[in-house]
């Protein structure tokens, strides 16, 4: 049977994301391919999520090009990345946490080129009065991040309607949870 590599890279994130401990054997049986395929393509599991970590940064990427984060409002600039986001939502959960464990103080640079792009979105919106000054853009990033993969967790879980994932994440990130008070 045919590999299909990407597949595989998302059938993992998904089991990895609600099942962080699974094994390789674990994964392979999820993809629905035999161990000894996996094993060939992922030598162990630092070769597989080294190849996550690959795939999550080209899908970021993908989804910040197709969110044309330049034109119009801030505002709705991140809503349309929250909305190309989602598809690989599963993945980027995964990688939030275990970028962390695995990469330690070393951050890929493919990351980092990615984060300057989010981060250059919230200081517009700033510049621009949509978004308050007193949250770092670095800080509201780092939100954005743990919005998504936390949501994520919650669609997985069927705590949360995978229709409601784009509206949770925005109204939370540019509202606020405090309530306003009419006076």
């Not at 743990?146 to 997985?156: F, P």
Request: aromatic residues 6%.
């Amino acid at each position: 049977m045919a590999m299909d590599r990407e597949q595989v890279l998302h059938t993992a994130a998904a089991l990895l994301a609600r099942k962080s401990t699974a094994t390789l054997d674990e994964v392979a049986r999820a993809a629905g391919i035999g161990r000894a395929t996996l094993h060939r393509h992922f030598a162990g599991r630092d070769v597989l999520v080294k190849a996550l970590e690959q795939l999550g940064i080209q899908e970021f990427q993908r989804a910040l090009d197709r969110a044309r984060l330049d034109e119009g409002g801030a505002g709705d600039a991140l809503r349309r990345l929250i909305a190309e986001m989602q598809p690989a939502a599963d993945l980027l959960a995964f990688l939030v946490t275990e970028n962390q464990l695995f990469e330690g103080d070393q951050v890929n640079e493919g990351w980092a080129r990615l984060d300057a792009r989010v981060s250059a979105l919230f200081r517009r919106g700033q510049e621009q009065g949509e978004f308050r000054i007193d949250l770092s853009p670095a800080w509201l990033t780092e939100a954005l991040y743990g919005l998504l993969g936390t949501c994520a967790w919650a669609v997985m879980d069927g705590r949360v309607a995978k229709n409601d994932f784009q509206y949770m994440i925005a109204e939370l990130l540019l509202g606020g949870a405090q309530r306003s008070v009419e006076k």
